[in-house]
């Protein structure tokens, strides 16, 4: 079983909808991360938490919105999607930034 | 440039037949150096990583791999494959100063036969 817990599993939405991907851990991690993967691609690094405060945004467009309102929890907010994010979205943790990081299974989004 | 090339994009392997997965890597300064495993459908699973002292590092599933700082190399290794590694293995790169990002390698995907 997976430490670190994403809902939900799976998301159909259409392009005007908004919607929320949540993650959680009670590892005492204090960096998390937000990662997007296509098939047969590896992760591709969207945002990183440290200590509650955004670190490092890799120009992810403004339709993609994220949040840590605690130590435990990520959330990523969604709206206006486009078809070309259809995909799967993992969230991360870790100690701290630059040690082992630690999966979710992932939400898959699939945009209508 | 910072690069992580894993060169097999698809290996197959008998059941019980030995198998060594190749990553190498660039890196400007001391790699920390992970392989994952991932399961369709699932999310990544750390196998084993190396940040400094014993080159060969033993991980979970009965994986291990070895650095050779020479060869720019951490190549994965497990002596008698079992059908339930099929899966898709990523080699990854990190360190002290890039603030929790990680290079990946594209991934090979194993296949076992029976």
């Known amino acids: 079983d997976t430490e670190v817990t994403q809902t939900p599993k799976h998301l159909v939405m259409g392009m005007t909808n908004k919607k929320s991907l949540k993650c959680e851990q009670h590892?005492?991690?204090?960096?998390m991360y937000w990662y997007k993967q296509k098939a047969k691609k590896p992760p591709e690094l969207m945002f990183v938490y440290s200590y509650e405060k955004l670190s490092i945004n890799e120009s992810v467009p403004s339709r993609f919105s994220p949040e840590c309102p605690n130590s435990s929890l990520l959330n990523l907010h969604l709206h206006a999607l486009q078809p070309e994010d259809s995909a799967l979205y993992l969230c991360?943790?870790?100690?701290?930034?630059?040690?082992?990081?630690?999966f979710g299974d992932g939400t898959r989004l699939s945009i209508l | 440039a910072q690069s992580v090339t894993q060169p097999d994009i698809h290996i197959t392997v008998s059941e019980g037949a030995s198998l060594e997965l190749r990553c190498n890597y660039s890196?400007?300064?001391?790699?920390?150096l992970f392989w994952y495993v991932q399961s369709p459908g699932q999310g990544l699973q750390l196998l084993l990583k190396y940040f400094s002292g014993d080159t060969l590092v033993q991980g979970i599933k009965g994986f291990e791999a070895e650095f050779k700082r020479s060869q720019s190399s951490f190549n994965l290794r497990k002596p008698s494959v079992h059908w339930s590694d099929a899966a898709e293995y990523f080699c990854?790169?990190?360190?002290?100063?890039?603030?929790?990002?990680?290079?990946f390698g594209q991934g090979t995907e194993l296949s076992v036969k029976p």
């Open positions: 590892m005492g991690h204090r960096a």
């Open positions: 890196y400007g300064a001391t790699p920390y």
């Open positions: 991360a943790s870790s100690l701290a930034v630059s040690q082992p990081q630690h």
């Open positions: 990854a790169v990190g360190g002290d100063n890039q603030g929790g990002k990680l290079i």
